[in-house]
């Protein structure tokens, strides 16, 4: 069984300080997504990283998949209120996301 | 457009008792995939459809079931209630079967089983 984990499992953090989240596995992922989701609403869809060693940013948003495509990070740089939520990254099958606790994050003004 | 949308938002059941969640998917899109996200915890997979057809399958109790009809909108059924299903029912909606499709996930349903 695919498993991801993510950390830290909560983050507060001041309006402008910059964070990462990591999602850690044992397992080799062909592709691991990122996706935001604010209370009442599903996950959002950031991004998909695939290719091992990849980056790609989103505006402030910065994420890294692993060498070995095991692992990959999300960086935020100067925080905002409106980045609060819960983070989330996914991988697996076309047909079965698997999906880490998330992080729950909060950007304080 | 009209994203994902779930019916109901919200509901609250008593144990034992049946219910039945919907979902209809983005228009054009043929899958349609359930999941189960407890307070605190990321989603967990529950079923994929996908014209039609189960696809896929997670780690539930045969009391948990699903369809997808021809309009390729889908019914989640949960049998015999227990507190611990008592969680955010998510539907997601992808364009095709497989590949690397982006999932649209609705609103989700707040099942409350007391």
């Known amino acids: 069984t695919q498993l991801l984990k993510q950390s830290p499992q909560f983050l507060s953090i001041q309006e402008g300080e910059n964070l990462t989240v990591y999602c850690n596995s044992s397992s080799v992922f062909s592709s691991l997504q990122w996706y935001r989701q604010e209370p009442g609403e599903g996950p959002v869809l950031l991004v998909t990283v695939v290719t091992g060693g990849e980056v790609k940013k989103l505006k402030r948003l910065t994420f890294q998949f692993g060498d070995a495509r095991k692992d990959s990070s999300l960086h935020i740089t100067a925080a905002q209120p409106g980045d609060t939520g819960l983070y989330l990254c996914?991988?697996?099958?076309?047909?079965?996301?698997?999906f880490g606790a998330g992080t729950i994050l909060r950007v304080k003004s | 457009d009209a994203g994902v949308t779930q019916s109901p938002t919200h509901l609250i059941k008593t144990r034992g008792q049946h219910v039945t969640l919907r979902c209809s998917p983005i228009s054009g899109h043929k899958s349609v995939s359930w999941y189960q996200q407890v307070l605190g915890q990321g989603p967990q997979f529950i079923f994929q459809?996908?014209?039609?057809?189960?696809?896929g399958r997670g780690n539930f109790p045969d009391r948990f079931s699903a369809r997808q009809f021809p309009n390729y909108s889908s019914e989640l059924n949960v049998n015999a209630l227990l507190l611990g299903d008592s969680a955010l029912y998510l539907c997601a909606s992808s364009l095709e079967g497989q590949g690397k499709n982006i999932q649209y996930f609705g609103a989700g349903t707040r099942l409350s089983v007391l």
């Open positions: 996914a991988g697996g099958s076309w047909n079965k996301l698997v």
């Open positions: 459809y996908y014209e039609k057809e189960e696809r």
